[in-house]
């Protein structure tokens, strides 16, 4: 925690008001970089877990040219009409801004995490005082209580007055907590960073703060700080979920997806899933595009692991990044009726492409018939032929035996191919049931394992031997 006198030294000579935004950038900044634009972009959208900087602009060709020589976000394009930059981590802020030649965009890589969504934010996270040492349950028995019901019903602002009761004469250590959780979702992060100092480092609440202090000003050893052994629930999952996000932000993909897939495999403790599904589709996504074999591996395992708790993705992205690992691994039925269950979310643009992987992996696999059915599919939807070339012959990878099963855990095989089966009732409804069966015509999901369902295979360590070559399945077929 290297930063902490630092960060005092300036709250000592900064007013904590939420507008003194130029101190906060320097405190909690590892890098800021500047860029000049030919104009100003109309919005600016960041996706942490795509490391995705998206610009809405007027000229984006011209807007994408003068954005190529980025260090945090080294490649750019231009995509369905707007400035996509793609960064080499997720832990990336964007904003506009104003430089002497014009408009700018400020790009920033932040000591600790960046705030993306609401339940990044503490405050958003309940404890009841029942489990807390609180007092009794909500409407609550002691200031302290009462103030954490009050922010369990978004009355922040009520909730002020009581925390400073506790101060004084209560728990002062969790009232210290609450005050810098409401400042930081004021957009005050110096006074939040305060506030979480006054909570001190020793008990639950000070092991708490330790970990707001890291998400806003880095830490180093990320697991000894975001440690949810002993910890109460709901609390115990938040700890894990943070722990996966402040992982896979910085870089760390696949110790990251090594921690959520142990918690997720924890059968005895409350769905991990659930309460944040971003963070596991994100670490889910990060690991799946993972370079390395074996982290790749463990981004499956992950992905298998939320649907089960969450049902089936609707994020075509996720589902590709799936599909392609699992090909990749030798199994391109498992894959091919993966990426089949994305075609109602794709986009128009993009479905020739997507059919024509879907029906490449079939012909993979050896199922030409589903193949078949993808063409017609694809003729009635686009007008127009795929171009699938023969794929070549592939060698099952003998360490994915088990994804069939784990699959079958997630979704009933007949009913993966759901847009399929509504094609195949516009083309010939009998042609439908004699293909995929006619379970897939009335296109049931099943989302609980079988009684017989194998249990998930132990991932691979990050540190253990490459695993041997395997044939990959190309990822165009064009």
Known sequence: MGLSLLALAVLAATPKAPSDSESALVVFTDTIERLPLPTAPAAIDVDVWKREVRLTVAKPALVAKALRGSRICPKVNVRDGRVVLHCRIGAVEA????????????????????????????????????????????????????????????????????LREALQHGNADFAALRLGDIALAKGDVLGALASYQAAGRKDLYGRIALMRVCELAGCQREELVFDSARLPEPLGTEVDLRLARALALRGQEGRAALALHRRLMDRERPPVCPPWPQVCAGVALSALRHEDDQVQALGLEVFLGMQRELGLSSDPELLRAASDVAAHFGAPGFAANLLATATPHVLPS?????????????????????????????????????????????????????????????????????????????????????????????????????????????????????????????????
């Open 95 to 162: 904003r506009p801004g104003v430089g002497r030649s014009g408009p700018q965009l400020a790009l920033s890589v932040p000591r600790g995490l960046p705030r993306d969504d609401r339940q990044s934010l503490g405050a958003t996270w309940h404890y009841p005082p029942e489990r807390f040492s609180l007092g009794g349950p909500c409407p609550g028995t002691t200031p302290e209580g009462r103030a954490e019901c009050l922010l369990a019903t978004g009355r922040p602002d009520d909730a002020v007055p009581l």
């Open 350 to 478: 993009r479905l020739g492409e997507h059919l024509a992987r879907v029906a490449f992996l079939y012909e993979a696999a050896g199922d030409s018939l589903r193949a078949d059915v993808v063409r017609a599919y694809a003729k009635t939807r686009l007008s127009r032929p795929l171009n699938v070339k023969p794929p070549p012959p592939s060698r099952p990878d003998l360490r994915t035996d088990g994804l069939a099963t784990k699959m079958d855990a997630v979704l009933d095989e007949a009913g993966a191919a759901l847009e399929l089966a509504d094609a195949l009732a516009v083309t010939s409804r009998s042609r439908a049931s004699a293909v995929l069966g006619a379970a897939a015509v009335a296109m049931p999901v099943a989302v609980d394992s079988p009684p017989d369902a194998a249990p998930a295979a132990r991932p691979p360590s990050p540190d253990a031997a490459p695993p041997p070559p395997r044939a990959h399945t190309p990822a165009s077929e064009n």
